[in-house]
Structures are given as C-alpha cells and as structure tokens.
T-cell receptor
C-alpha cells in the first residue's frame, strides 16, 4: 500500500465547475498536509497547506482535512483552463514543512 | 526572481559515470531536499539536509550520495550511474512557511 494515494485521473471538469480532488494517507500520525500544482514540464509549486481538521480556503481553492478518516481533499471553484495541471498531495509525519511523502498526482483537465 | 537553481536542465550520461547534480538556493533556507520523479510513482525522496554538513537518507538513497558544504548549495551525486537512474531530479528548498522547487534536471543514462 502506498503511503499517499491519489486517483491518477484525468479528471475532466467543465470550465466554471468545481473540481474535487481526493487524497488518502496511511500514516495515522501524519501532521502536515500540502497540495502542489505541477504544469506539464514544470516543477511543482505549492498552492495550499493545512494542519487542522476542517476546511481552509484560499481564493478559489479549499483544502479539507479529516484526520479520523485519513483523507485530505482539494476543491477548485470556478475552474479555469489555466487550472489544467497535475495536482500532487503531500504529507508530513511531523509538524512543519520538511520531509514530505508525495502521492503520484491527479491530472485535471478543464474544458472550455 | 529565481529562488532555486539546478545546474542543468537536461543531462545525458553513460553507464558507470559519476554524475553531479547541483542545486543552489538564495533564500537562506536550512532545509534542502532531493527528489526524483517518475511516471506513476510521484516524487520520491532521495536525501535531505537540515543544515550545513548534515544529511539524512530519504526513502530511496541507494546509489546516491549528497554533499552540503555551504548553506545555499546541496549536491546530489550518482556514484556510478545506471540506466534505472534515468529520471527527472528535483531539488527543493523549504523554509518555515514557504517551499520552492528548482526547475528540474532530466537525466538520461545510456
């Protein structure tokens, strides 16, 4: 079992709709959770982080964390073609931003 | 405003060669990381460093070593390159509330 699992996609989303991405993790003691976006041929860039159960909103992005169920999700509202990318979920066993376990990523395609 | 720079974008090396991948950051971060990224496997941690001259193994350190003689520079060394080390290599520099990756080095071992 992989430590961090994501559906590979592609997830096809109409422009203006909500994209919902899910990520599950195996280490119940994980403390820090991150979402990175990676455009094709580019390096990952951080878009969200969350430490506590519940929702965290930043612009069109909302991260949701449920430690009891061991999943973290990312919602992208009002999806735009520029949101087409691979989204990587990353988990840290410790509080902080250091050593991360990454999922393989979910490809999102926003169609006009 | 480039924050993390990797020495090469593309690299082709022969089997058995010693390969050096360099990473430099300008943010005075203590934490630096080397990952490799392969299709379907995501990013896997090779080595990381929390301070100058300090290094720790990640999940897949076999066949690799690292060097951190200065805070801003973290080098990944392939002691004897093999074809299964063909991959995209990504360096990351991470502070308390920010994280940046370099542009990546696509290494092909032939």
């Amino acid at each position: 079992q992989k430590e961090v699992e994501q559906n590979s996609g592609p997830l096809s989303v109409p422009e203006g709709a909500i994209a919902s991405l899910n990520c599950t993790y195996s280490d119940r003691g994980s403390q820090s959770f991150f979402w990175y976006r990676q455009y094709s041929g580019k390096s990952p860039e951080l878009i969200m982080f969350i430490y506590s159960n519940g929702d965290k909103e930043d612009g069109r992005f909302t991260a949701q964390l449920n430690k009891a169920s061991q999943y973290v999700s990312l919602l992208i509202r009002d999806s735009q073609p520029s949101d087409s990318a691979t989204y990587l979920c990353a988990v840290n066993r410790h509080v902080g931003w250091g050593k991360l376990q990454f999922g393989a990523g979910t490809q999102v395609v926003v169609t006009p | 405003d480039v924050k993390v720079t990797q020495s090469s974008r593309y690299l082709v090396k022969r089997t058995g060669e010693k390969v050096f991948l360099e990473c430099v950051q300008d943010m005075d971060h203590e934490n630096m990381f080397w990952y490799r990224q392969d299709p379907g496997l995501g990013l896997r941690l090779i080595y990381f460093s929390y301070d100058v001259k300090m290094k720790e193994k990640g999940d897949i350190p076999e066949g690799y070593s690292v060097s951190r003689e200065k805070k801003e520079r973290f080098s990944l060394i392939l002691e004897s390159a093999s074809t299964n080390q063909t991959s995209m290599y990504l360096c990351a520099s991470i502070g308390d509330t920010e994280a940046f990756f370099g542009q990546g080095t696509r290494l092909t071992v032939v």
